[in-house]
């Protein structure tokens, strides 16, 4: 039999390129949450690939980025950057139609990587005229010295087994870190907080968005389905109202959202219960932080 080649991947990239939908993609499942606004990754999570050729461990990382620096983005920096320290390969992913100065950044940092780099070039469906593609190709190679380049419509799934097989070449030999049938390194119940962040970024608009986060306090089997119980904590008390609209219509969107895609990703009926509380200022607030698990 031929040896298992198996590792840990980056996926790293300014906020938006597609690096949570590439790495649902390629383990099958809805484990990072995906919204149109940028900076929707806040925590490392891995999503984890296994096939008899060996097992592709995919580090999903919040978006580099150059924003106001409050406490929580620069967590979010810390947390993508301190990803590359433990890592086999890195994947820089870009948006074939958008280069930005975050961009730049990006590719400061993964130039001195010291091991392989692989440069996905994603979005390709957003191109109406391909020929650009040939400069930025010579360009980001000769600054990046990647292994490959390889081209992708990660949210219609293209491109995606060439990249496979150019991270399992990538990758050195040895033994799978997590067992074959699981695809995650999180636990379902951070799973499921982040599934009812999904649906209130979608949901709701301009900057409330950045200033929630959502805490499971209950998660308990019972004998036909999981009774999961969530506090979404908002930043400003003018916020609470937003979050839950006229007459609770936003909320019970968002859980009603939430709670099927939880039941498709754990595989049972959910009974989900949501509530709202202001923390303020928490995205500022060293201890608050710690406490919301934005761990460094
Ligand atoms: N047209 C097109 N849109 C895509 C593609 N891949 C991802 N998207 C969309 O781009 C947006 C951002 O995708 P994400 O996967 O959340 O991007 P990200 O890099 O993880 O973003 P952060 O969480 O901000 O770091 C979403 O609306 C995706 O549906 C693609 O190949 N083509």
């Not at 993508?80 to 400061?108: F, K, N, Q």
Request: proline share 5%; net charge neutral; aromatic share 4%.
């Amino acid at each position: 039999m031929t040896e298992r080649r198996c590792g840990h991947v980056a996926l790293v990239g300014r906020p938006n390129v597609g690096k949570s939908t590439l790495l649902n993609a390629l383990v099958g499942e809805h484990l990072a949450i995906v919204t149109h606004k940028p900076q929707t990754t806040r925590h490392r999570l891995v999503g984890v690939l296994t096939e008899a050729r060996g097992q592709i461990a995919l580090v999903d990382t919040p978006g580099l980025h150059q924003r106001r620096p409050h406490g929580l983005n620069r967590r979010l920096n810390r947390t993508a950057v301190a990803a590359l320290d433990s890592v086999d390969v890195v994947v820089m992913v870009i948006d074939a139609a958008h280069w930005t100065a975050e961009d730049d950044l990006v590719a400061d940092r993964v130039a001195r990587f010291p091991g392989p780099r692989v440069l996905v070039i994603n979005k390709i469906d957003l191109l109406d005229d391909r020929s650009s593609l040939l400069e930025m190709t010579a360009r980001l190679s000769s600054r990046l010295t990647p292994t490959a380049v390889l081209y992708t419509t990660a949210s219609k799934g293209d491109g995606l087994g060439d990249l496979v097989d150019e991270l399992f070449a990538c990758l050195p030999p040895g033994e799978p870190f997590y067992p074959a049938d699981e695809f995650t390194d999180r636990p379902a119940r951070f799973l499921a907080a982040e599934l009812v962040r999904e649906q209130l970024m979608l949901q709701l608009h301009q900057e409330i968005p950045y200033g929630l986060t959502v805490q499971v306090e209950r998660y308990e089997q019972q004998a036909r389905r999981l009774w999961i119980s969530a506090l979404i904590v908002v930043a400003e008390d003018r916020h609470k109202g937003m979050v839950i609209g006229r007459q609770g219509q936003v909320l019970k969107r968002v859980g009603s959202r939430a709670r099927r895609e939880m039941a498709e990703l754990l595989g049972q009926p959910v009974h989900l219960e949501l509530h709202v509380r202001t923390r303020a200022g928490w995205v500022d607030d060293e201890r608050a932080l710690d406490e919301l698990g934005f761990a460094d």
